[in-house]
């Protein structure tokens, strides 16, 4: 652990999670702190970490009430977080766990706001490009997509450079997405099965990386099979960390550390209104196959977001911080099934809810290059896991300072993180819920049965790289992919 | 899925009973030997653990928590962590409560929980119904499974143990993982293992790391 760490080790020790400093609201680098360092290159120091908490419960003095930051507009403006700003104390009185949950909740709003703000600066609903523009984690120069890092043949990647566009791809134009068809690009994870939508399409998933988590792949060859082999150290990825002062006074500075994605996407048909998703402009290509035989083909397609992770690795929580939201009409939990809603979901039909077991697998074979999928099959989704206590209020709340905005329409489920990271027993650090799981991106693993239903944490605590014998990877699988 | 199914006799019932009856010899040895081992561990240090809302509940769950301590030789901020988004401390109160003893339990601890040979009080001193209750929380704390406090009692005093049939009951799915016997071998249980790849290949943390306080 490094000094720095240590010292913020015995603040938490006394106080939780309390980690606050001044706010500022847009994202850069600290003016003249850059040094030679390799924890500078790899995650240099950041100018204006958001560090908004979700109360006033570390004012000082100690306030009267204890009430909750209010939710406007301003918060749209108020930037990244560096890591989660989160306090023992809050709305609900000594009850730590369900305080520290709404900080990290609150924590998981700002991020989706930073990172879905338009890539051109603007305010989300103020951009001059439109009012669905580029977000910052579409822009290559914020966000690199994994099929652009780990290159075929174990090539090392260039941060912000595209590998090449297959041919097939001739309508590709900057701006737009390229979705390079492999089987994770529509298959769940441990190959659990295809979520399939109320048109008969595949959805699609992707994983992205910010450039912190993509310069220590770099900087350490992990982009190769080879250099996998060759790295002799453990894997640890920098890690976000909020600005504070040392004993002496001195500024500290506060580091993005790394952040990967994984998003969910359906295709738009025409009984869906594209005014109610982000949507992109994308290229799905599909590579030449053996079995069956058949060509390469890329077609476009108008993707709405259907699904998203964030997952922040910070100082205080190297388990990584996992955040989920998804499309608003996504599925129905079990109380809005016995409810019998008969609104129109992306994964779920009412009409048919009584004739058909929720949660099923698609019948094999599973060829997303044939759609719509045979014999009208359409997935029959319902949310296993309720969202956690105050997500329902904080959704409400940052929903309407969104409202008239696509992203109105999307709803955090949960926000899983480490209640003692430092546990020298458990190395998932005892997460907080036991169990998360997004309905477009673990369909199949929902629920509260150990090790068979999804926990973010415990699943990718079991994550290696591809050295042998396979050594961990911190919490991430996108060390796998290197060829 | 309802964690309340594993207590009916459901599949996964079914089995636990004849994993125990199988193991009768096994684990009449373990129940003594438990039994031995907290009397001799007595109080340990302890801290609070997050507090509920219900003043009354809380007081009972602390001595309930106090008590396990005691029983299990777990420091209570192990077995009930300040912020602990298992709580399975909740459901084991919850199945103690269900005996009748369970007040007389709760009492006699609270009068003797600052003498140095508490656990043998509650062990071996006390009314069968209380001492074989107190066997049956240590049990569980370690098992994750309920045994009827009347069978250990049987099986205590059975001429012929070996023929006594014992059936506990697994209290939940998240109880199976949350057994104490995994952590005090300082290892995890068969199919659940929070540990990372490769960690079979280094040598685990101090016992005291998985049972004392920080």
């Known amino acids: 652990m490094s000094k720095k760490a240590l010292l913020f080790a015995g603040i938490v020790g006394a106080f939780g999670f309390t980690m606050l400093a001044g706010s500022s609201s847009s994202i850069g680098q600290v003016a003249g702190a850059a040094s030679d360092s390799l924890e500078d290159k790899i995650d240099p120091p950041v100018a204006n970490c958001n560090v908004t908490p979700d109360s006033n419960a570390n004012q000082n003095p100690p306030p009267s009430k204890i009430v909750p930051t209010p939710i406007t507009r301003s918060l749209l403006t108020s930037g990244q977080p560096c890591a989660q700003t989160v306090n023992g104390k809050g709305p609900h009185g000594n009850d730590l766990l369900l305080n520290l949950q709404r ?3 609150f924590y998981s709003w700002l991020t989706f706001v930073a990172l879905n703000s338009p890539n051109d600066g603007a305010p989300i609903g103020e951009s001059k490009k439109g009012p669905d523009p580029t977000t910052v984690w579409e822009d ?38 390229l979705i390079r068809m492999t089987e994770e690009t529509f298959n769940q994870p441990f190959k659990s099965g295809p979520l399939i939508d109320q048109n008969g399409e595949y959805a699609l998933f992707d994983i992205l990386m910010n450039k912190p988590m993509f310069d220590y792949i770099a900087e350490h060859r992990l982009y190769s099979v080879q250099g996998q082999e060759e790295f002799a150290g453990p894997i640890i990825f920098p890690s976000g960390s909020n600005p504070t002062k040392d004993k002496d006074g001195k500024p500290i500075p506060g580091r993005m ?6 998003v969910s996407w359906k295709v738009l048909g025409n009984n869906d209104d594209p005014r109610k998703f982000h949507t992109v402009d994308a290229m799905v290509y599909t590579p030449p196959s053996e079995k069956p035989k058949t060509n390469a083909t890329c077609v476009r397609r108008k993707l709405g977001l259907v699904g998203f992770h964030a997952v922040h690795k910070t100082e205080f929580a190297p388990q990584w911080i996992w955040t989920t939201f998804e499309h608003v009409d996504n599925v129905p939990d079990n109380q809005e099934v016995k409810a019998r809603k008969s609104r129109r979901y992306n994964f779920y039909n009412a009409t048919s809810a009584a004739s058909r077991k929720p949660n099923q697998l698609p019948p094999q074979p599973w060829n997303p290059s044939k759609e719509p999928f045979a014999d009208h099959f359409k997935s029959q989704i319902v949310r296993e896991i309720s969202v956690t206590d105050d997500v329902p209020a904080l959704n409400k709340g940052f929903q309407t300072i969104l409202a008239g905005t696509v992203w109105a329409n999307y709803i955090l489920i949960s926000t899983q993180w480490p209640t003692d990271f430092r546990s020298a027993t458990d190395p998932t650090g005892a997460p907080a819920p036991t169990f998360l799981a997004n309905t477009t991106l673990e369909t199949y693993s929902q629920g509260k049965i150990p090790i068979a239903s999804s926990s973010c944490m415990a699943c990718h605590g079991n994550a290696t790289t591809q050295h042998k014998p396979a050594t961990p990877s911190d919490f991430t699988f996108t060390l796998e992919k290197a060829h | 899925m309802s964690d309340l199914k594993h207590k009916k006799q459901g599949p996964i019932a079914q089995d636990a009973n004849e994993r125990a009856i199988i193991a009768l010899t096994r684990r009449t040895v373990l129940t003594g030997a438990a039994a031995t081992a907290a009397a001799a561990v007595g109080p340990v240090s302890t801290q609070a653990a997050a507090p509920t809302r219900n003043p009354q509940t809380d007081k009972q769950l602390d001595l309930f928590l106090e008590l396990s301590a005691v029983l299990t030789g777990v420091a209570k901020a192990k077995l009930a962590p300040a912020v602990d988004p298992i709580k399975i401390k909740l459901e084991y109160l919850a199945q103690a409560k269900k005996e009748h003893a369970f007040g007389q339990l709760l009492d006699l601890f609270s009068r003797n929980k600052g003498a ?15 001492r074989f209750l107190a066997r049956s929380i240590m049990l569980m704390w370690y098992l994750g499974v309920w045994y009827d406090p009347k069978d250990l009692r049987r099986l205590a005093e059975s001429p012929k143990p070996e023929d006594e049939k014992v059936l506990p009951v697994v209290i939940s799915s998240k109880a199976y993982t949350q057994g104490w016997v995994w952590r005090v071998a300082q290892t995890h249980p068969m199919g659940a293992s929070e540990w990372t790849f490769g960690h079979w290949a280094t040598k685990p943390p101090e016992l005291d790391r998985f049972i004392k306080s920080a």
């Open chain 1, 103 to 105: 900080g990290f909740d």
């Open chain 1, 140 to 177: 290559i120069n914020n966000y690199m997509q994994l099929a652009d890092v780990m290159l075929p043949e174990g090539r090392p990647p260039t941060w912000g450079v595209r590998d090449t566009v297959p041919p097939q791809c001739k309508d590709f134009r900057d701006g737009m997405m």
């Open chain 1, 257 to 262: 550390g790394a952040i990967m994605l994984k």
């Open chain 2, 116 to 130: 140095p040979n508490v656990g043998d009080i509650i062990c071996n001193k006390s009314e069968p119904n209380v």
